[in-house]
C-alpha cells in the first residue's frame, strides 16, 4: 500500500470571501483527515470550501501550542494506511508563524511526501506592499513584552535593518501601545511599515519615515498586522 500525502493547506486572512481554486476544492472534498490548529476556525474552512461536506465524517487532530509531543507522534498514522490529511492554519500558511513545522518533520523522516498549496501568508504579503528590501529580509515574530527589553530588541533590529528588512508582529489588543513605543525608539529616518487587515476591505498598507508617522493618526487597534522597517 502507497503512504498517504500530508497536504499544507493555506487559510484566508481573517473574514475575507475568498474564492478558493478548484483543486483545492477537490482536495478536501475528498479528504477525511485534517489538523487543525483550533477546531472551530478549522470546521469553517471546510464548510466555506465545500459547503455539502458531511463534517460527521471528518476526523481531526488539533495542532497548538497546548499539544503535547506523545500526541503529534500519532497524527500521522491515517498516511502509513493509504490517506491523506490536510494541515490548516486559522489563517495564512501552515508553517509560517503556524504551526505545523513539527508534522512536515515528522512527515519527512517517514518518508510521506509533503505538498505545500498556494495561498496568503501575511508576511510575504506585508513584504510585498512595503517598498523595502524584498532580498534580504528576517521575520522576528513576536518582540518582548517587558519595556525596556521590547526597546533593546527595536534598537538592535534597526541597526541591522539597513540592508535586512525586519518584519515582526504583536498581538492586535496590543497594537497601540506598540506602535507608540515604536515611533519613540526609532530614528526619525528609519522606514516604518503597517501593514494590516491583509485582503481584507478594510486593508492598509502604509510606509513612511519614522517622523513622519508621529504626526499621522492611525486606527490599528484590534487589527491583525505586521510590522517591517528599514533604516537608511
Not at 7 to 20: A, E, I, Q, T
Not at 128 to 142: A, L
Not at 206 to 228: E, N, Q
Request: aromatic share 8%; glycine share 6%; proline share 6%.
Amino acid at each position: 500500500m502507497s503512504l498517504g500525502k500530508l497536504y499544507l493547506v493555506p487559510n484566508k486572512l481573517g473574514d475575507s470571501k475568498s474564492n478558493f481554486p478548484e483543486h483545492q476544492q477537490t482536495l478536501i472534498s475528498s479528504t477525511k483527515y485534517f489538523i487543525f490548529e483550533n477546531e472551530k476556525p478549522g470546521r469553517a474552512f471546510i464548510k466555506n470550501i465545500t459547503p455539502n461536506k458531511n463534517q460527521s465524517e471528518i476526523n481531526i487532530s488539533i495542532l497548538n501550542k497546548h499539544t503535547i509531543e506523545k500526541e503529534i507522534n500519532s497524527y500521522l498514522n491515517p498516511c502509513f494506511s493509504g490517506h491523506n490529511i490536510a494541515l490548516i492554519s486559522d489563517a495564512g500558511c501552515p508553517g509560517i508563524a503556524d504551526p505545523g513545522s513539527q508534522i512536515v518533520r515528522l512527515a519527512h523522516e517517514n518518508e510521506i511526501k509533503v505538498i505545500p498549496l498556494v495561498g496568503p501568508s501575511s508576511i510575504l504579503l506585508a513584504l510585498m506592499g512595503s517598498g523595502m528590501n524584498g532580498q534580504n529580509f528576517k521575520f522576528n515574530g513576536y518582540l518582548p513584552i517587558e519595556i525596556s527589553e521590547r526597546k533593546k530588541k527595536i534598537k538592535i533590529l534597526e541597526n541591522t535593518s539597513l540592508f535586512t528588512t525586519q518584519i515582526f508582529m504583536e498581538t492586535p489588543y496590543r497594537n497601540k501601545k506598540f506602535f507608540s513605543t515604536l515611533v519613540s525608539t526609532l530614528k526619525p529616518e528609519t522606514k516604518l511599515c503597517i501593514a494590516c487587515d491583509l485582503t481584507l476591505k478594510t486593508e492598509y498598507i502604509k510606509t513612511k519615515k519614522v517622523k513622519h508617522w508621529k504626526s499621522t493618526k492611525v486606527d490599528i487597534h484590534k487589527r491583525p498586522a505586521i510590522f517591517l522597517i528599514q533604516s537608511d
